[in-house]
């Protein structure tokens, strides 16, 4: 199969928080989608190693921040690049909150939606969230980030390949887990972030 076909699905790219009790988290998704008109429900898939993955399914409740065009890679970096287990990821930010005390990008954004979790399935990979919309706000008039934009305007581009080293392994430019080796399979899936081939970069030996 090749899975170059499957990239060209159109994706947005979104900034999904939730909170449990005291504990609030978010992360970066690329799925989702209405799939209901009345009531007005839509469909989550988030990475089951997320900590937001945990978080949602405690809580039920969550912001998903629709990033626009004027999104930075530094913003995509901090919320998708590290984990809340590690780091707080609110800490020091001002952020506005939705009607459940959730906080959601107020830049970067172009609207923000808040949604009531009705029902789940484990999709191996990830976890489907179907939610009923129990608010929406518009923030401002840019067009919204599609996936595609963030691979070819917004994600850094790879380092040019070394002259005359070994490849000794590939990094995965999303999380930074290393495969061992010198070749990587077609099909490989980065077992911690879910990324696939076209976001692993070379290792060199030193």
């Known amino acids: 199969m090749d899975k170059k076909a ?24 690329n799925t989702c ?15 089951n190693t997320n900590y ?4 949602l399914k405690e809580s039920g409740i969550f912001a998903l921040s629709i990033l626009d065009q004027t999104c930075s890679f530094a913003t995509i970096k901090h919320f998708g690049f ?17 009607c459940n005390d959730i906080p959601y ?20 990979t990830h976890t489907l969230f179907i939610a009923e919309v129990v608010d929406a706000k518009l923030i401002n008039e840019n067009a919204p980030l599609t996936y595609a934009d963030y691979q070819t305007k917004v994600k850094p581009k790879a380092e040019p390949k070394a002259q005359d080293k070994k490849i000794v ?22 077992p911690i972030c879910g990324h696939g081939v076209e976001d692993f970069e070379p290792v060199y030996e030193a």
């Open 105 to 124: 990008m107020g830049w970067n954004a172009c609207a923000v939606i808040s949604g009531k979790v009705v029902e789940q399935q484990d999709l191996g």
């Open 52 to 55: 937001t993955c945990d978080l």
């Open 6 to 29: 499957i990239y060209k699905l159109s994706y947005g790219v979104f900034m999904l928080s939730t909170r449990s009790g005291e504990k609030v988290n978010g992360c970066i998704t």
């Open 169 to 190: 392994g590939w990094r995965c430019r999303i999380c930074n887990y290393v495969y061992e080796g010198s070749e990587l399979p077609a099909d490989f899936t980065c």
């Open 33 to 47: 989608m209405q799939v209901a008109g009345n009531p007005v429900r839509v469909a989550i898939s988030v990475l």
């Open 82 to 98: 590290q984990s809340g287990r590690d780091v707080d990821k609110f800490a020091d930010l001002q952020m506005p909150k939705d």
